[in-house]
């Protein structure tokens, strides 16, 4: 594999926030306590006291669901740390930069241990989302790269929504699978992979567990999912103590969302008087609370403070309150997320100071756009850099289209565009020295002059494209694979079809690519 790196800010949808965080920390030092891509940064966030009792604790929960696994006896240790990392479940893997996020909390704990600091890699399991619409489906290519989007008939319930992690999986669609796949060289290997996942009687939490164990069992990769009631019972005490403090926590959330705006940053999570911080887990449903006044309010629930702290084992966090629990529950050094999350983090870190001790390093996942020897090679006959293919189908083909047209015909549209130019330059002096007005039109008519010459070389490039057929291809194929339905191919794609197409040792071959202190993109050809 080889891999050249495409800049942060090159990458479509890069938030001002993260671009910051990545190649000018100095901006942001006060909204993050450590620099990020930097292990030097990971052994100093290590340096923190954890309770033995809580670790203890921690430990005897994850043990059911990570039996076997040497990590486990690691992270019992006084002074082992965690780097954690996790996604929403979902169907066959979710986005493909799921497994990027896996293998870099595997190498930086790796690299910790390189530096005598105990370290484990540890990935939560998103079970207690209930968006079910974000995860009911999975985008794969075939083997012409044309995205194929195969969705799971999910049961909905029209009265409250359910956690996604325990949703039962029915008419699983193995079939849609094995057919979108059909052609690439290592699709029966890839299908089994999912099959053994994604079986009956397992819910989205589960299989998507049983996946990712099987992909990174080897690496001693520990699981946590926050719905176990054994977890949830260690997080009550922090729960309690949001519940009780909520007033403060979110005026201290509103101003730091403030404070965001103003300096031309986003929010990532609106805020409000009336926010709750937790949702009510009750019946199988996960229930939105709002507050008003010491009065937190739900579907037929009217509950005072003290009564929804009683209950603090049945509340499931929210999107800016998650972490601070993840870190409560674990003896965690860094935090490997993407863009959203790490922004998540800027408002999150008033309730670190709130809430804990210490607050770990956000540390930013690795990223991959990953092609073919063939697909590069179209790329040279294009004269394709990797940001070019960041673009919209339609763009691609443009581009694609001007680069055919012949040496000697596009310097002869150059040499009439530059005639022109040059003409309408004269033509303004004079009318400038003779009446204002006259140039002013002229400007308006060079709009439409300009327009029509360059409309010339738009359609002659066409007509090439039109005439040449591979190059048509060639540039679906490339949109297809590199940037489909206009986004990135990680954030789409599974990686399954990835591994159907270039086999089971990719994950090895990515593991060895990921370079945990280089915060740009990479564009890896296998």
Not at 236 to 246: C, E, F, G, K, S
């Amino acid at each position: 594999m080889e891999s050249t790196c495409v800049r942060q800010t090159d990458v479509p949808g890069t938030s001002k926030l993260f671009a910051d965080l990545t190649h000018h920390f100095d901006r942001v030092s006060d909204l993050y306590p450590f620099p990020p891509n930097s292990i030097d940064s990971l052994v100093a966030a290590s340096q923190f006291e954890f309770p033995d009792a809580r670790r203890a604790a921690i430990v005897q929960a994850l043990t059911p669901l990570n039996k076997g696994n040497p990590s486990l006896d690691e992270l019992a240790k006084p002074g082992t740390v965690a780097i954690v990392t996790g996604q929403q479940v979902g169907l066959f893997s979710g986005p493909a930069y799921t497994v990027y996020k896996a293998l870099t909390a595997i190498k930086a704990a790796e690299s910790l241990n390189e530096r005598g600091v105990p370290a484990v890699p540890v990935f939560w399991l998103a079970t207690e989302d209930h968006d079910i619409a974000e995860v009911d489906h999975v985008w794969v290519f075939n083997a012409e790269y044309v995205p194929v989007k195969i969705r799971m008939n999910a049961p909905q319930d029209d009265q409250a929504p359910s956690p996604v992690g325990n949703v039962p999986l029915r008419d699983i669609p193995l079939a849609e699978l094995r057919a979108a796949l059909a052609g690439l060289p290592f699709a029966d290997e890839a299908v089994a992979l999912v099959e053994n996942a994604y079986a009956p009687g397992q819910t989205m939490g589960s299989a998507f567990g049983s996946i990712i164990k099987a992909l990174f069992g080897r690496y001693g990769l520990l699981l946590i999912d926050p719905m176990d009631r054994a977890v949830r019972e260690i997080a009550a005490p922090l729960m309690a103590d949001a519940v009780r403090r909520m007033p403060e926590l979110i005026d201290a959330l509103m101003a730091r969302s403030k404070d965001l705006e103003a300096r031309g940053y986003h929010a990532q999570v609106l805020v409000d008087q009336n926010t709750s911080l937790a949702f009510l887990l009750e019946g199988g449903h996960r229930l939105v609370l709002r507050r008003s006044g010491d009065e937190f309010l739900a579907p037929h629930h009217r509950l005072s403070t003290e009564q929804l702290a009683s209950r603090a084992a049945d509340l499931s966090p929210n999107a800016l309150l998650r972490p601070v629990v993840q870190d409560y529950l674990l003896p965690t050094a860094a935090y490997i997320g993407g863009p959203a999350e790490l922004a998540y983090l800027a408002q999150s870190q008033v309730l670190y100071r709130e809430l804990l001790d210490h607050q770990p390093a956000a540390f930013p996942r690795a990223g991959f756009t990953v092609v073919d020897e063939r697909t590069h090679k179209r790329m040279v006959r294009y004269q394709l850099d990797p940001a070019d293919l960041y673009r919209r189908a339609d763009i691609l083909h443009d581009a694609i289209a001007g680069r055919l047209v012949p040496p000697s015909l596009k310097e002869s549209m150059t040499r009439t565009e530059a005639t022109f130019s040059k003409a309408l330059d004269a033509l303004n002096a004079d009318l400038q020295r003779f009446d204002v007005t006259l140039a002013a039109a002229l400007t308006t008519s060079r709009r439409k002059i300009e327009y029509q010459v360059g409309k010339i070389t738009r359609k002659t490039a066409k007509q090439i494209m039109t005439r040449d057929e591979q190059a048509t291809r060639d540039s679906a194929s490339l949109s297809g694979l590199v940037f489909p339905e206009n986004h990135l191919q990680e954030r789409l794609y599974s990686i399954i079809p990835f591994i159907a197409r270039f086999g089971p040792g990719l994950i090895d071959e990515l593991y060895s690519a990921v370079q945990t202190e280089c915060p740009d993109h990479q564009f890896a050809v296998v």
